[in-house]
């Protein structure tokens, strides 16, 4: 078979204690389209020029440090991308920013969370619309591998919509509200009612990172430890429950995150081999957004995956 040009578009990249070890965004999309005929082609989303739609088979839009509620002069050319691959039925997948982004392409509108970050694995509930959404529906449903009756799912909401673990590490949202009609949400979950949308027929956002591994997971929040405390603190957090963790001799914690000469915490490698993080007993009691907190709850998402996965097989591959 043929193999059809995959257009991923590269936003920014990861943090650099990240992609030291993990190399870059394009390398993890890659693994997840592993033996599939598709061929990565990546674009810098800040060229002066972008691909014509019609070129490429499928876009993928990926995550970014910047920010869609502090818009930068190259996101109206991504923007118009995304507006033309719409108009053209080249399918689009936006993760995270991308997902904002397009979002922001339909006329909806992003802000900061006030519910701060969401990082690490969460739940998240697939809405009604999911069972009649082709690229959702197997997961709504519950006809994917291994996967059980909707009602008898241990993933099952009291609703008993589906529900799937997913990697996270955001800090904007997109507000339901805004979204035109021709948005459908698909998925949400206590931290963003918008988790995912279908904008059209072949146009989708995932505001989680499929393409993100348990271990580079753990790798962004050990990277973003001090920003996630201050976070914590800024939303009112008791502090007695965020004080630094007790550090061994060699100045590093239980969970990995140690600092560096100017004392602010860094991420050190999180690779399986050095053994599953755990927390100190003095962090028992910290808030479920303490970066001590969340590491221990990190999994592996292989339903996640699989949305990124049947959007090539079921999109990209027909178009």
């Not at 529900?163 to 206590?190: G, M, Q």
């Not at 929040?221 to 405390?229: F, M, N, P, V």
């Amino acid at each position: 078979m043929t193999r059809r040009p995959l257009c991923i578009v590269v936003c920014g990249d990861p943090m650099d204690e990240v992609g030291s070890q993990f190399g870059s965004f394009v390398d993890w999309f890659a693994r997840l389209v592993g033996d599939l005929p598709v061929s990565p082609v990546a674009v810098d989303a800040h060229a002066p020029r972008l691909p014509r739609a019609r070129e490429m088979a499928g876009i993928v839009i990926t995550g970014s440090p910047a920010s869609v509620a502090a818009p930068e002069a190259w996101m109206g050319g991504v923007a118009e991308l995304m507006v033309a691959a719409r108009a053209a039925g080249t399918p689009v997948f936006g993760v995270c920013f991308g997902h904002q982004l397009l979002a922001f392409a339909a006329g909806g509108q992003v802000i900061q969370n006030p519910t701060g970050w969401e990082m690490g694995t969460y739940e998240v509930e697939l809405l009604p619309a999911a069972a009649k959404e082709p690229l959702t529906r197997p997961l709504a449903t519950a006809e994917g591998p291994g996967s059980s009756p909707s009602e008898e799912r241990p993933g099952s909401s009291p609703s008993g919509e589906a529900r799937f673990l997913a990697n996270f590490s955001h800090r904007d949202c997109v507000v339901a509200a805004t979204l035109p009609a021709e948005v459908t949400v698909l998925a949400k979950n206590a931290r963003a009612d918008v988790q995912m949308l279908a904008w059209g027929e072949t146009s989708f956002g995932v505001q989680f990172h499929p393409e993100f591994s348990a271990d580079i997971t753990r790798a962004y929040i050990a990277a973003r430890a001090d920003e996630l405390i201050e976070d914590l603190a800024r939303r009112g957090a008791r502090w007695g429950e965020l004080s630094r963790p007790e550090r061994d001799k060699g100045g590093r914690s239980p969970t990995g995150v140690s600092p560096d000469s100017s004392g602010q915490v860094r991420a050190l490698n999180v690779r399986g081999g050095e053994g599953p993080p755990t927390i100190g007993a003095d962090e028992r009691n910290a808030p479920d957004d303490h970066p001590e907190a969340l590491l221990p709850r990190v999994k592996e998402c292989p339903d996640s995956e699989a949305i990124f996965q049947r959007f090539i097989t079921g999109y990209v591959l027909r178009a």
